[in-house]
């Protein structure tokens, strides 16, 4: 473009019409913005860019408001000059910043890529989770490319929770958050009713700089560090959980009333008559799914009906807004912070027994195979026969109680349909080579003012996998419905391992004289196949946990790419739209088909669904995040006096600063430091996921068994330190390796 005087920007603004239908006034967009400067070939002044396009005064004030918000997403940098240019032409980085607990951190660019390491004294600028623009300065001694903050973009933190101290007369506050690595300021009048020791949460007055710490005031006092329930409290403030309901949520979840109205029952399906059930754990209280089973000739006729929670949840509501913002229900071992008011996730939304219900069904024929070879979804009305629990329905199907089946004789016949049909779909789950690895998950069992009493190992039956089956089998039905009728939504997607993760992989399973078949791209079953061949093997859980780690985290998507570790080429969630806000979704595209609409009158672009993606994997990730924050509290609560106790232990992670010890039997975790193994120096394998002792030859691998003593705990940094007992440190003890159990998926 030359420089030169223009009659009209409109004529050369390729955009001019969706800006003029937008805002009603034609504003220079976006990019033809990004094309000026870029062909210009330098910085850029408001009063520049107004002359080149000769803007009258509403103009050059709409350009200002634009030039600040594209500054603000990172498309933009003002120099001293007041001059803008294109990140990208500045030789800048755009991303979010990632602290870490030791000082440093790393900035996550935008556009993908290697991350930018950040110095602790760049890190004094900013906090965990904040967007920023920086440059690259040169590569650290580790081959890193390393970074200079030139702005901060976006601030991520307004709140910290942590213990309140005071120092000399100074107050501040230690974040409980480990990745915000500086103290909060607290001036004098700033700090309450607070008292040294206590657990707070502080209100940011002040973000920090090069030259200052952040200033905060507390803005509530959240209680005693060692009181009930305070770990709950902690994670839920922490990682920002939304807990209070607004006003309006709350009226519009009452306008519902407590019972189905029958007006709202004509036009669907009636399967008030059908026995569907309900099977879920002794201690759930909200029932999302109902199943029905019958076998017809050589196929099997299932029905999982979901309770039909997009025809209560309305788009654009209040309710709509709060669900989405929580994006899933929160289950933390005592209690749960649900994504929908009681009176919904409990009342109406739940498939109580013996009460009608709105739900939506997916009816599925499947074959000998266990093939979905037809399936449809409608609007229906039910009403739930029973609500049972997995170990009755175990107890019924698989241990064929006689008491429980002549207690249930009107469900037995549909259960035991349900147990031929599931062992049908176990066969063809493992036909096309869906994976199951054997991992362990606990729950906490509470004594006395809420304390642990015991950690137990949860055991799965029949009834768990029965169900499992049947939900999968309707998320893939799902996913179909959504590619057969073109319509945009989100799929939740597992890709494969990843060019780097696989030839980590390969060069361990190398080292024990194995293989990963299917070259560069391997495919599920051949992980299936490598599970099958190690099955026996003493070291199985030390291989597992190297392939399991190999693997991304699923995430939802409106791009199908497929679930990895089920091996299916689409899968949705539906099931569980209660406590799951993209399976809500989900439902809202079936409807829309059901309805008579077409994909192109849906109201959510593919823009709109990328965000919604995003945005619920990472609600789903701080759920996950704070369960386990809470979990681990607990864990180190409950170690507080067994210090100086002996344990048998597995190895679980080897790092080289240490070994990561989980207890047999105990189910806590805890660090041996690698200053612990005395007598020798220690030379740290990523390869081979081990230590081992440059003199003696000792090696410690992942998978490995060993006696442990409690040396300290640590409630403020949940962490736990062990040292390794002496006298079983010999080989004979490594070769005994304990085998984690099966997992659901």
């Not at 080149?52 to 004030?61: F, G, K, P, R």
């Not at 993908?112 to 650290?140: C, E, N, Y």
């Not at 390969?506 to 004289?513: C, P």
């Not at 740290?684 to 060993?706: K, M, N, T, V």
């Amino acid at each position: 473009m030359k420089n030169k005087k223009r009659s009209s920007w409109q004529q050369i603004d390729p955009f001019a019409t969706r800006e003029q239908e937008k805002y009603g006034r034609t504003v220079p967009s976006r990019e033809l913005i990004l094309q000026t400067l870029e062909e210009r070939g330098m910085p850029l002044t408001l009063g520049e860019l107004s002359a080149e396009w000769q803007l009258d005064e509403w103009e050059v004030a709409a350009l200002s408001r634009r030039l600040r918000a594209m500054e603000r997403d990172g498309q933009l940098i003002r120099n001293r000059r007041e001059g803008y240019g294109p990140v990208t032409k500045m030789n800048l980085v755009t991303g979010r910043v990632i602290g870490h607990p030791e000082g440093h951190g790393f900035l996550i660019p935008d556009e993908g890529g290697d991350s930018l390491f950040f110095s602790p004294r760049q890190m004094r600028k900013l906090l965990h989770g904040d967007r920023a623009v920086a440059r690259v300065i040169g590569v650290d001694y580790r081959g890193r490319r390393e970074g200079a903050v030139v702005e901060v973009l976006e601030r991520n933190t307004e709140t910290v929770v942590g213990r309140f101290c005071e120092e000399r007369g100074v107050y501040f506050v230690i974040p409980d958050n480990k990745r915000i690595n500086q103290d909060i300021i607290v001036p004098a009048e700033g700090r309450g009713a607070a008292q040294a020791g206590q657990i707070v949460i502080a209100e940011l007055i002040e973000q920090p700089s090069a030259q200052n710490r952040p200033l905060g005031r507390i803005k509530e006092v959240l209680g005693d560090h060692m009181a009930p329930g305070m770990e709950i409290r902690i994670a839920i403030a922490s990682h920002g959980i939304p807990v209070e309901w607004p006003e309006a949520v709350i009226e519009e979840a009452r306008q519902y009333g407590e019972t189905v109205p029958e007006s709202a029952s004509q036009g669907r399906w009636d399967l008030r008559n059908t026995p569907l059930v309900t099977i879920d754990g002794v201690t759930a209280r909200d029932f999302d799914d109902a199943v029905y089973c019958e076998r017809r000739g050589n196929n099997w006729r299932l029905l999982v009906a979901i309770a039909d929670v997009s025809w209560y949840v309305q788009l654009g509501t209040a309710l709509d807004r709060e669900a989405r913002k929580r994006g899933n229900s929160v289950y933390f071992p005592d209690r749960a912070i649900p994504m929908l008011p009681e009176t919904l996730s409990n009342g109406l939304c739940s498939l109580n027994p013996q009460v009608d219900r709105l739900c939506m069904v997916c009816e599925m024929t499947i074959n000998a195979e266990g093939r979905i070879i037809r399936s449809r979804f409608a609007e229906g009305v039910m009403r739930s026969q029973a609500r049972l629990t997995y170990d009755t329905v175990a107890a019924i199907v698989a241990e064929r109680s006689p008491q429980l089946r002549a207690e249930y004789a009107e469900q037995v016949p549909h259960l035991d349909r349900l147990l031929e049909l599931y062992q049908v779909l176990r066969v063809s789950r493992e036909q096309r080579g869906a994976m199951d690895f054997d991992t362990q998950e606990t729950e906490i069992e509470y004594g006395a003012d809420r304390k642990i009493e015991r950690i137990l190992p949860t055991q799965r039956n029949d009834a768990h996998r029965l169900i499992e089956e049947c939900m999968i089998a309707a998320n893939v039905a799902a996913a179909r419905f959504l590619q057969r009728h073109k319509m945009p939504g989100l799929y939740r997607i597992h890709e494969g391992p990843t060019e780097d993760r696989l030839n980590k992989l390969r060069a361990f399973l190398g080292e024990l004289g194995l293989g990963l078949g299917g070259g560069d791209k391997p495919a599920p079953r051949d992980y299936t196949r490598l599970l099958e061949q190690v099955h026996e093997r003493p070291d199985v859980h030390l291989i597992q946990t190297v392939m399991l780690r190999s693997l991304a985290q699923a995430v939802y998507s409106p791009g199908n790419l497929g679930h990895f570790g089920l091996a299916l080429e689409a899968y949705a969630h539906f099931t569980s739209p209660i406590r799951r806000y993209p399976d809500l979704q989900v439902h809202r595209a079936i409807r829309h088909v059901l309805q008579g609409g077409k994909a192109a009158d849906f109201p959510f672009t593919h823009a709109d669904l990328v965000g919604l993606g995003e945005h619920c994997s990472m609600t789903e990730r701080r759920a996950d995040e704070a369960v386990r924050d809470a979990v681990e509290w607990l864990k180190c609560e409950y170690m507080l006096d067994k210090v100086g106790q002996v344990f048998d232990g597995i190895i679980t992670a080897v790092t080289g600063f240490g070994l990561f010890v989980e207890l047999r039997g105990v189910y806590v975790e805890g660090l041996v430091h690698v200053t612990a193994l005395r007598n020798d120096f220690y030379r740290f394998d990523p390869i081979g996921h081990r230590l081992q002792g440059e003199r003696s030859g000792q090696i410690y691998r992942l998978g490995d068994a060993l006696r442990v003593q409690v040396a300290r705990v640590d409630l403020d940094e949940r962490k736990i330190d062990f040292e390794p007992v002496e006298s079983q440190r010999g080989e004979s003890t490594r070769r005994n390796r304990y085998p984690l159990r099966r997992r659901k998926e």
